[in-house]
């Protein structure tokens, strides 16, 4: 792979988005490689639902000695953004508007795995809005958030 390189832009057009979400699992499409970065994954995905899986480390501590909240930002972001995702029609894209999040309690290494949930609110035929939940191997909720996204039509 080259810097720049596109890796889903000819399976995107190609594929229905839940088709292609269940790729990227299946192993047929690569993992985005911010999951790479921050360690988190793709799980599972249903129409409308995603779960994604995390473990944060102490490289993305802020100066409190806390996980930074870009860390679970970008982990909410993925789940919302990946919601809309699922519902996508073959050849139709889209782009995160907005999204908000509240960090509930803190996160540092010793939190273990994490599980970022991710669902559907609204799907219309150019707005989309999702909500998210972080929650640790006991269910504790550590953040959640919600977001707009709005759907570009085939060839749009």
């Known amino acids: 792979m080259t810097e720049g390189e596109n890796l889903a832009a000819p399976a995107v057009t190609d594929e229905d988005g839940l088709t292609f979400l269940r790729r990227i699992i299946a192993g047929d499409h690569p993992q985005p490689p911010i999951g790479e970065v921050l360690d988190f994954h793709l799980a599972e995905v249903e129409y409308g639902r995603v779960l994604f899986r995390g473990c944060a480390s102490q490289m993305f501590y802020n100066p409190l000695g806390t996980v930074h909240g870009g860390w ?51 799907r219309g035929r150019r707005i989309a809005t999702a909500e998210a939940w972080l929650r640790d191997e006991d269910g504790r909720l550590f953040a959640h958030g919600s977001g707009t996204c709005m759907v570009f039509p085939p060839g749009g």
């Not at 519902?87 to 782009?95: D, F, K, N, R």
């Not at 509240?102 to 609204?122: D, K």
């Open 72 to 122: 679970p930002a970008t982990l909410l972001d993925s789940a919302l953004s990946c919601a809309v995702h699922s519902t996508l029609a073959a050849g139709e894209g889209y782009t995160t508007v907005e999204f908000k999040v509240n960090l509930t309690r803190p996160i540092t290494a010793a939190t273990g795995t994490l599980h970022c949930e991710g669902r559907i609110v609204h």
